[in-house]
């Protein structure tokens, strides 16, 4: 006796093998057979004749740490098809914490975040074994792994300052990020744009990086730049894996600002390249021609040196130093016409929905003096969304193989009461989208693309249950119609379910059903599977 059938689909397994039909039975949260035309007996048997059978979905790039803690039910990753979630990316993450840093690292951790005012516990995380505890207690509907990001390690152990680490500061980075390692996190995240991380030079990532490799862990990077010197930007850190030996995986791969439109090749040659000479480098991409990230991300890193509060007095009294970085980082970027605000956290909401330039010209400024006193208004918390991707880039960037995919999003709540501003829709149609533009470009086969959500992830984190659907194996499946799947968020409208997913399944109970809300709470922290150095 089964527990439960999923009859008549088309299984796409997750490892690139042709679809095949057949059925797949659930046991004790696993799967325990596929095959043709199981008759066996189940206490649930579910039609899924005409849709795709998949692994559930691996989102590698989440910066939902604080979802699962919510007072709401972060719904829209599990819309998409997503039953794991990798988060703490960008050098940010929600832990460590010391009794000492706790409460600026919790104000640090949810200053950059896009997730609604009052929604938030006003605190930092001790380590993995606390946040694990804690998402236990509350009950999630999905699966969470988590990066220790390198901005919230320094702000630690050092603070928000801009300086070296002193040698015993540099001890003390390590064994912190090595505590953390063996308590199951995956790695560490580099946001090499947000201070503190922004503040580091390369020889304190090598030494760290030596600590992952010990533990076969990963880094993963935002790197220094993504426009202009992106291609310094992917030098640096292919050196620090050659010094190294770490695993590398370059966060949200892309090309901005017109200038290095159609160099694309050349980006994915180079890396190419450095796999040639025996290193191990993966990346992921989001599919989008716009890029979301605070309005703090215009401003010199030198501007955060001491933290929040010094970065808000800076902005109360602008040097033209100040002003002169911030206009041209906003030309890097393609423009003030081509960077609109998402979000004000309630403060402005006039202001959401419009252009730097358009802002500039009713409020009578420069566009940098703009910036400036739109992040004055806002306590240093603007939303912003820049448009600077060429589709071409974005879509031959997708095809290669080695290139997962990732939201670089939030789990949010479809709830308008409670999601008031319009995030990037990649929170809430990353997925679908991919799926979509796979079929209209003709991009690859059906198996190729399940496999960049599904199992190149999980190789790519070392996870051996999840990822794949074979006989064993945790049953997180996801179920959908390959022929109609697609994403309907918009920039200005972004809070939309996508259309297409069927049912979601989590440790083999329904956490999506029917394209609704089946309330399962199946989900867990998970953990690196190898604990201890290798």
């Known amino acids: 006796m089964y527990d439960l059938i999923l009859r008549g689909g088309t299984v796409v397994d997750g490892t690139r093998s042709r679809p095949y039909a057949a059925d797949v039975c659930i046991r004790d949260g696993r799967i325990a057979r596929i095959a043709p035309d199981a008759g066996e007996e189940a206490r649930e048997v579910v039609d899924v004749s005409g849709l795709t059978v998949a692994p ?12 699962p803690l919510l007072s709401f039910q972060p719904e829209s990753k599990l819309f998409q098809g997503i039953t794991t979630e990798i988060t703490g990316n ?15 690292i919790g104000r640090y951790f949810f200053s950059q975040l896009e997730l609604p005012a009052g929604s938030l516990p ?8 606390e946040y694990a505890r804690m998402v236990a207690d509350h009950g999630c509907a999905a699966n969470y792994g988590q990066l220790v990001g390198h901005g919230t390690l320094r702000g630690a152990v050092m603070g928000f300052v801009d300086r070296d680490p002193e040698p015993e500061e540099m001890e003390r980075l390590k064994d912190l990020l090595e505590r953390e390692l063996k308590a199951g996190a995956f790695g560490m995240s580099l946001g090499l ?30 790197m220094r730049n993504e426009g202009p010197r992106i291609f310094q930007a992917v030098d640096e850190m292919i050196d620090i894996t050659r010094r190294s030996g770490v695993h590398l995986q370059i966060s949200h791969l892309k090309l901005m600002g017109k200038p290095q439109w159609g160099r694309s090749q ?62 041209a980082e906003m030309e890097d970027r393609g423009g003030a016409d081509r960077v609109m605000i998402a979000g004000t956290h309630g403060c402005r909401p006039e202001w959401e929905g419009r252009t730097v330039a358009e802002l500039a010209e009713e409020l009578k400024l420069s566009p940098a003096d703009t910036v400036v006193h739109a992040l004055d208004c806002c306590g240093g918390r603007v939303a912003c969304i820049y448009f600077s991707i060429d589709e071409g880039d974005m879509l031959n960037i997708m095809k290669d193989m080695d290139i997962a995919v990732g939201s670089d999003g939030y789990g949010l709540s479809f709830d308008r009461s409670i999601t008031i501003t319009d995030p990037h829709p990649r929170s809430f149609g990353t997925f679908p989208r ?14 190729d693309a399940v496999y960049k959500l599904t199992g190149l992830p999980a190789d790519i984190l070392g996870l051996r249950d999840r990822g794949t659907l074979a006989e064993g194996r945790i049953a997180d499946i996801t179920v959908f119609d390959a022929e109609r799947v697609r994403d309907t968020s ?14 979601v399944l989590v440790g083999g109970e329904f956490a999506l059903r029917q394209g609704r809300s089946a309330g399962g ?3 867990a922290v998970i953990r690196r599977e190898s604990g201890g150095p290798v």
């Open 56 to 67: 559930g979905f691996i989102d590698i790039h989440s910066h939902s740490d604080a979802c």
């Open 90 to 104: 960008c050098g940010i993450s929600i832990l460590p914490s010391t009794p000492e840093s706790r409460d600026e």
């Open 122 to 129: 006003q605190l930092g995380v001790s380590g993995l074994e």
């Open 193 to 222: 744009i947000y201070p503190p991380s922004a503040f580091c030079k390369s020889e304190e990532l090598v030494e760290l990086a030596k600590v992952l490799k010990k533990y076969d862990a990963l880094l993963t990077v935002h």
């Open 266 to 327: 050349e980006l994915l040659d180079k890396i190419e390249a450095a796999r040639q000479e025996g290193m191990t480098i993966t990346c992921d991409q989001y599919p989008y021609t716009a890029t979301p990230t605070s309005m703090t991300a215009l401003l010199p890193k030198w501007a955060h040196d001491g933290g929040r509060a010094a970065l808000l007095e800076r902005l109360r009294d602008p040097s033209r130093q100040l002003k002169a970085e911030i206009a």
């Open 434 to 447: 991919f799926l979509r533009l796979v079929r209209e470009h003709q991009l690859m086969p059906l198996e």
């Open 490 to 503: 918009e920039f200005t409208d972004s809070v939309r379910k996508p259309e297409g997913i069927c049912h």
């Open 521 to 523: 709470r199946k989900g």
